[in-house]
């Protein structure tokens, strides 16, 4: 079983940048493909970034694309995401997820790929 804890989110003005982090711990895979969802007030959950298990590509999600950067430590099994120029609409709390599988799935942001989850952490951009 894969646990994965993440850091505290926090409130911040518009323009701001912010750094998530989400360990993963337990029995966790070598590799493990890994990404960053959202849920914004009254919204569903949403797909951010992804970084693919083995060679580290990334995906965004277009709202995020340019702001936003996904990174990992590979030897500490660690996922970033790094949050800049960030706007009231970015405003939701943040899930981290993982999977030992799906590499396609996952790497497309399709939460249905995605085995293990976070318990989230809240991000508010308000001046």
């Known amino acids: 079983q894969v646990q994965l804890i993440e850091s505290a989110g926090g409130l911040v003005q518009p323009g701001d940048s912010l750094r998530l982090s989400c360990a993963a711990s337990?029995?966790?895979?070598?590799?493990?493909?890994m990404a960053w969802f959202r849920q914004g007030p009254g919204k569903e959950r949403v797909f951010v970034a992804a970084?693919?298990?083995?060679?580290?590509?990334?995906n965004y999600a277009g709202s995020v694309k340019g702001r936003f950067t996904i990174s990992r430590d590979k030897s500490k099994n660690t996922v970033y995401l790094q949050l800049s120029s960030l706007k009231p609409e970015d405003t939701a709390n943040y899930y981290c997820?993982?999977?030992?599988?799906?590499?396609?799935?996952?790497?497309?942001?399709?939460?249905?790929?995605?085995?293990?989850w976070g318990q989230g952490t809240q991000v508010t951009v308000s001046s």
């Open positions: 337990g029995s966790a895979p070598s590799s493990l493909s």
């Open positions: 970084i693919r298990r083995g060679d580290g590509h990334t």
């Open positions: 997820a993982a999977t030992s599988k799906n590499p396609i799935l996952s790497y497309m942001g399709q939460e249905k790929a995605y085995d293990y």
